[in-house]
């Protein structure tokens, strides 16, 4: 049994992606698992949209370019009803950050059964909430293709290039 260590990383943005279909019992399981995620004072605010179907894949299409041929696309939203708002002068609630935690659980859910996935921002959230009737008390975050790799597919040339720790984190 592999460590987290090393399925964080072995995971990488899947860039092309089969035609072979996520099976409804893998999908299921990398859902339940985002479900699992925590979200600021439990406030749950994300909401997750399965595009499956070939008009709902073809929209997620015209809104990127980014869906590398995958047959599953996921769309991430939060409820401005719902989300927390942090204390202080300046609003900011924690909509994309609980988008993000969830996010990242079902990434790695999805890699650990041999699903591939690629977080993707590129893309308008006006045209997302236009293409798919998402409601006005809702904001797109982010979408991610599933699925299975394609042939030939892999990591692209700089996924193990990182910065050293001494760059990016910082003791007081």
């Known amino acids: 049994m592999r460590s987290f260590a090393e399925l964080a990383a072995e995971r990488y943005s899947l860039k092309k992606y089969s035609d072979r279909p996520l099976e409804e019992d893998k999908l299921m399981k990398i859902l339940e698992v985002g479900n699992l995620a925590p979200t600021a004072r439990n406030c749950q605010a994300h909401r997750i949209y399965v595009l499956r179907s070939p008009e709902a894949v073809a929209k997620a299409n015209e809104l990127t370019a980014c869906t590398y041929g995958a047959t599953t696309v996921l769309l991430f939203t939060y409820s401005l009803e ?10 900011f609630n924690s909509g994309a950050e609980d988008c993000a935690i ?13 699903v591939g996935s ?16 998402i409601p006005d008390g809702e904001v797109p975050v982010l979408v991610m293709p599933l699925g299975y ?11 193990t290039k990182k910065k050293k720790l001494e760059e990016t984190v910082r003791f007081l």
């Open 82 to 91: 719902e989300v927390y708002t942090y204390p202080g002068d300046e609003p």
């Open 102 to 114: 969830v996010a990242s659980h079902i990434m790695l859910e999805a890699a650990d059964l041999g």
């Open 118 to 133: 690629c977080w993707v921002n590129r893309f308008e959230p006006a045209k997302a909430k236009a293409l798919f009737a």
């Open 149 to 159: 790799p394609a042939e030939g597919a892999g990591p692209l040339p700089n996924h």
